[in-house]
């Protein structure tokens, strides 16, 4: 079974300061996908970042970074020069490749809060 | 990436009655995907929509409660059968265009008085 774990319930953060939003996981799939969402107040969930688990390179998109280390099994979210409007609640989630099924599983997600 | 609409945003429903929410995609979808969040909670999965075939419904979940239609590839519909206060959650369906990606409506939000 999968499993997507976020220690960080919350985590405050000042405007312009880079954070890191810790996620491991947990599964015995060759083959699998990591993604980032965010969700702010309104309730829509916002694609970040992929990291697929054969790419050999960290995922980067805009100030959104993934820090994936395998062999730890972790893939932390870095965001670069917070702004206000990062702050939201951020879910890091798999999907296997193997086996069939491509639901994704989502983590417990983490509050983040930019504060000026 | 794909645009994807749903209707109602929210809504107000008393127990015992049915909600049917749209899902509506700018694109054509093998794939479509309904998720539960609860109040507080994160997403949990319900079913997996494929066009001609029946849903795959995960477990805890039931086609009587929660049946699911789709009819074509660009379209879905989820129905919250004989609601409780119990389903009060944002419903929100989501498509994979791509295996790297997988985008989500805007959800609806259900709260059963």
């Known amino acids: 079974a999968q499993k997507i774990t976020q220690t960080q319930p919350g985590m405050f953060v000042q405007e312009k300061e880079a954070v890191t939003l810790d996620c491991t996981y947990d599964?015995?799939?060759?083959?699998?996908?990591l993604f980032w969402y965010k969700q702010p107040s309104s309730g829509e969930m916002i694609f970040l970042i992929y990291?697929?688990?054969?790419?050999?390179q960290n995922a980067t998109e805009g100030r959104y970074s993934l820090n994936f280390q395998k062999a730890r099994k972790s893939a932390n979210l870095v965001i670069s020069a917070s702004q206000l409007g990062d702050s939201a609640m951020y879910f890091c989630?798999?999907?296997?490749?193997?086996?069939?099924?491509?639901?994704?599983?989502f983590g417990t997600g983490t509050q983040l809060k930019v504060e000026l | 990436s794909a645009v994807i609409s749903q209707k109602p945003s929210r809504d107000i429903c008393q127990r015992g009655t049915s909600l049917t929410i749209q899902c509506q995609v700018d694109?054509?979808?093998?794939?479509m995907f309904w998720y539960r969040q609860q109040p507080g909670q994160s997403l949990t999965l319900i079913a997996t929509a494929n066009q001609g075939s029946e849903a795959t419904y995960e477990s805890g979940f039931v086609i009587d409660k929660f049946p699911i239609s789709r009819p074509n590839l660009t379209f879905s519909t989820l129905t919250v059968s004989n609601m409780s206060p119990e389903d009060s959650s944002i419903y929100l369906c989501?498509?994979?265009?791509?295996?790297?990606?997988?985008?989500f409506g805007p959800g609806t939000r259900l709260l059963v008085l």
């Open positions: 599964t015995s799939d060759p083959s699998y996908g």
């Open positions: 990291q697929g688990s054969y790419d050999q």
């Open positions: 989501s498509v994979e265009p791509g295996m790297e990606t997988q985008y």
């Open positions: 694109s054509q979808v093998t794939m």
């Open positions: 989630a798999m999907r296997r490749y193997t086996g069939g099924g491509n639901k994704l599983t």
